[in-house]
């Protein structure tokens, strides 16, 4: 009997200003450092998407967001290089200073540095499930595999 299969759910935010996205650089975690990606993280037990996705901003880059903020934008089915998925919830907030506060790198343990990008020009060390939610979202599209091979 094979083991259920177990697709942890991330939320991602996309955080926009203009044409350009907010991304963290990771360092020190032992997993994708010296990458770009964007704030994101599994849900906790119990927890909701719309809630998952405001604490992730306001743990990773100090951001308040109001629920009523984060709009869905697609869905990315992710594979990695070791073979392991996960199913990630993109959700996008135009940054408003005024409202959020400025981002701040909020976990220099796990990130060298934030940095605004281009969302049409990453960085060539973005990191691919990252990279395939900024796709989806400029190009209007509600779902994506990432990592998988063709059929």
């Given at each position: 009997m094979t083991a259920p299969p177990?697709?942890?759910?991330?939320v991602?935010?996309?955080?926009t200003h203009?044409d350009?996205v907010?991304?963290?650089?990771?360092?020190?975690?032992?997993?994708a450092?010296?990458?770009?990606?964007?704030?994101?993280?599994?849900?906790?037990?119990?927890e909701?998407?719309?809630?998952?996705?405001?604490?992730?901003a306001?743990?990773?880059?100090?951001?308040r967001l109001?629920?009523?903020e984060?709009?869905?934008?697609?869905?990315?089915h992710?594979?990695?290089?070791?073979?392991?998925?996960?199913v990630?919830?993109a959700f996008?907030?135009a940054?408003?200073?005024?409202?959020?506060?400025?981002?701040?790198?909020?976990?220099?343990?796990?990130?060298?540095?934030?940095?605004?990008?281009?969302?049409?020009?990453?960085?060539q060390?973005?990191?691919?499930?990252?990279?395939?939610?900024?796709r989806?979202?400029?190009d209007?599209?509600?779902?994506?595999?990432?990592?998988?091979a063709p059929s």
């Amino acid at each position: 009997m094979t083991a259920p299969p177990t697709h942890p759910v991330d939320v991602l935010l996309l955080l926009t200003h203009a044409d350009h996205v907010l991304l963290a650089l990771r360092e020190g975690t032992g997993y994708a450092d010296g990458q770009w990606n964007l704030p994101s993280g599994k849900l906790e037990h119990g927890e909701d998407a719309i809630s998952g996705v405001i604490r992730e901003a306001r743990e990773e880059i100090g951001v308040r967001l109001g629920l009523s903020e984060p709009r869905m934008v697609t869905t990315v089915h992710h594979r990695n290089a070791a073979g392991f998925s996960r199913v990630g919830l993109a959700f996008a907030v135009a940054f408003d200073p005024a409202r959020h506060g400025e981002p701040v790198n909020a976990e220099p343990h796990k990130c060298a540095k934030i940095e605004w990008f281009p969302a049409d020009l990453l960085p060539q060390n973005t990191y691919p499930y990252t990279a395939a939610c900024v796709r989806a979202y400029r190009d209007g599209q509600p779902f994506m595999l990432s990592g998988w091979a063709p059929s």
